[in-house]
């Protein structure tokens, strides 16, 4: 249903124009909450993995063009029609795609089925920034990591930057939130036969591509907040400390960076 708009007061635009990232979790949908998907390609993975729906805003050259495929799945939903102008009031500059949705939030499955029958993970801890936050998702996914566990305080993983610079990989690999470091799933997994390594400026720290590391069956691989990285008990709770050996007196790479190294690094199809 094709619903041209001219203003941001139209009732419709609420969660693109007027809500906050906290008040899209929680105002619109109680129970589950919405988020923004932008750009064509992000929002038809979202669309293929089974997300779904609730509107969507285009610019108006897209109806009929790169976004006709998706107005076409919307199936009688809103389809918010604006000018180019329009869209880039929304976000502060102007969208080379010029396509948001609005979905809702899926259930997010137990840590039990994200880790099951995987042999790498990825730990986040405290990571805020979502930029660091899509970046990791995307390494993760196209370097062959199971899933990934959030603590509660990392950056919401369906921020809209982080959903953007995941290039929609977020609906692609598995993610859930895991209460502390001694939540009872992770000590399950850990029971399980997961090690854990923990990416650290460390005195014990081995290289990254010790063979220890490599010839690990399971392995649980931990990321820490930006700038001061782990806490000391967590590290110290790991099985194994690692680093990157650096150059040019280089102590350490940015979160995304490193992990896209220790992805590669410690994948299983070598």
Known sequence: MLVPVTDLSHPGLQPYARLTEAQLRNRLEPQQGIFIAE????????????????????????????????????DGLPVFVGSRQLLASLTGYELTRGVLCAMRRPVLP????????????????S??????????????????????????????PLN????????????????????????????????????????????????INHPALLAEERL??????????????TIDACDYQAIIPMQRGVDSLNVAAAAAVAFWQLRTDQ
């Open 220 to 233: 649980i691989i931990v990321l820490g907040t930006e700038g001061d990285g782990l806490q000391q008990s």
């Open 110 to 125: 137990s840590v039990q089925e994200v880790c099951s029958g995987q042999r790498r993970i990825v730990l986040v801890d």
């Open 39 to 74: 750009s064509p390609k992000v929002i038809r993975i979202a669309l293929n993995a089974g997300y779904q729906p609730l509107s969507l805003l285009s610019e108006e050259k897209h109806i009929t063009g790169q976004a006709a495929d998706i107005v076409a799945r919307m």
């Open 160 to 207: 809209r930057r982080s959903v953007r610079v995941s290039m929609g990989t977020v609906f692609q690999i598995p993610w859930t939130y895991i209460s502390s470091w001694y939540d009872p799933a992770l000590l399950q997994l850990r029971s399980e036969g997961f090690k854990t390594v923990a990416l650290a400026l460390s005195p014990q720290a081995i290289p």
């Open 127 to 156: 990571v805020v920034n979502s930029t660091n936050t899509g970046a990791i998702f995307r390494a993760a996914a196209a370097l062959g990591m199971g899933g990934i566990l959030f603590t509660p305080t990392c950056c919401d």
